[in-house]
């Protein structure tokens, strides 16, 4: 059995940088994740005049109830959306103008959704040029609150975004969601934002497609708060030990009380005929010496859809993702790069608007993956390449996204499967 420590979870890291900036007092951070996207945030909290104060394992974030200790910032946020789409919304509880920016990959994702509601909330925001998308700048004044509309369809960080500003609010916010996808994200978001002293309710329509979040105007309060291992980096190592026949990993710190929604892609690889073993202090995936295929709806884990499409050709039967049409929305059109890149190596796939299916087949190199500057694309084909021997990647750095040291953990991790 091989044992591997994953670095912080990336989402549950931005969130608490956000909430820790937020609250009252001073919030230690435990095993954080260190990475580009990471960093940024740090960064970007920095420029808006927050204390942070990083050591190895641990980062001190001074609280800043009243919003952005500076009256000007001009603020780059990098490849990171969490980074791009937090911040402002901190901002905007201050008082002051602040710009933002991010690289050409960022400035092509979708902002609309969140500025508009943050405008409807009487916020004065003006994109530098097109309409919905990076730069941006926030002319802040303080959010009174009240109620608004939301189509979280496209990213579940619209919503996070709003919710985690909601306890700054003068008077609460009610956000009523029309479509949410991802709905495990906003879960993470509540539980931790509960764990830094906001209140928070949700009431489900009558028509049972609408639910309404209200958030309460109470602020936030400091805390020491651990992070815990990312699951979707997980998502790698466990696709692997499901491939390779005898191969067993265990993950600790991600068990049943985890908070990421993206460890039930071990329930995935379950189905394909690994056996899968989770307590309350880690999960165990091991092979059985096959997969099977399947037919499954990974909406709500959507980021494991490149894991598992690239896993997908050594199962016996087909594998049909459904409901991932947000996924080509991402750091690139994940549905298109993966099927791209299986068709250099030889598989048979066909994709629709939201699907994506993938036929048995061997994969072939020597090929060099498009990765599209997308971190979870060179991951995911790492696992291929357990069988595949040939390929290469044409931007194997851009892991430092999310995991900086990928591709040695990776390499020894295979030697020891």
């Known amino acids: 059995m091989t044992v591997i420590d994953i670095p912080g979870s990336k989402s549950v890291t931005a969130r608490a940088l956000f909430l820790a900036a937020a609250a009252e007092g001073t919030t230690t951070l435990l095993r954080p994740l260190h990475s580009d996207d990471s960093e940024g945030f740090a960064e970007g909290l920095k420029a808006l005049g927050h204390a942070v104060r990083q050591e190895p394992g641990a980062w001190h974030i001074e609280g800043r109830p009243a919003g952005p200790g500076v009256a000007e910032a001009d ?84 919503l996070t975004a709003l919710l985690l500003l909601g306890p700054l609010t003068a008077e609460g916010l009610d956000i009523t969601v029309t479509d949410l996808v991802s709905e495990p994200y906003v879960e993470i978001t509540l539980a931790m934002m509960r764990a830094f002293g906001a209140e928070i309710t949700r009431a489900d329509g009558a028509d049972g497609r609408t639910r309404t979040y209200s958030v309460a105007p109470t602020g936030y309060r400091a805390c020491t708060y651990a992070i815990e291992p990312d699951a979707s980096t997980a998502s790698y190592f466990f696709a692997a030990a499901a491939l390779v026949p005898g191969a067993e990993v265990t993950v600790p710190g991600l068990g049943t009380g985890a908070l990421q929604g993206d460890l039930a892609f071990v329930d995935v690889l379950r189905r394909m005929g690994a056996e899968v073993e989770i307590t309350d202090r880690a999960t165990t995936v091991r092979s059985t010496g ?63 608007p939201d699907w994506i299916e993938i036929r048995p087949g061997t994969p072939a190199g020597p090929v060099e993956i498009a990765t599209h500057g997308d971190h979870r694309i060179v991951m995911s084909f790492a696992v291929t390449a357990l069988r595949t021997p040939g390929i290469t990647f044409d931007d194997p750095g851009c892991v430092r996204k999310t995991f900086p040291d990928f591709h040695p953990v990776f390499a020894r991790f295979s030697q020891a499967l």
Do not use: W
């Open 75 to 158: 603020v780059y946020c990098r490849d990171g959306a969490t980074t791009a789409r937090f911040l402002p919304a901190l901002a905007a509880a201050g008082h002051g103008t602040f710009r933002f920016d991010a690289s050409a990959q960022m400035r092509r994702r979708p902002l609309g959704p969140l500025t508009t509601a943050l405008r409807e909330l009487g916020v004065r925001l003006t994109h530098g040029e097109r309409e919905g998308h990076h730069p941006l700048t926030v002319h802040a004044h303080g959010v009174k609150g009240g109620a608004l509309t939301l189509d979280a369809g496209q990213s579940s960080q619209y």
């Open 290 to 352: 096959r997969l099977g295929g399947l037919t499954v709806n990974m909406r709500d884990i959507s980021d494991t859809m490149p894991t598992l499409a690239a896993l997908a050709p050594f199962a016996e039967g087909p594998v049909r993702i459904e409901d991932v049409a947000n996924t080509r929305v991402k750091e690139c059109d994940r549905l298109d790069a993966c099927a791209e890149n299986l068709r250099r190596l030889g598989i048979d796939v066909a994709t629709g």
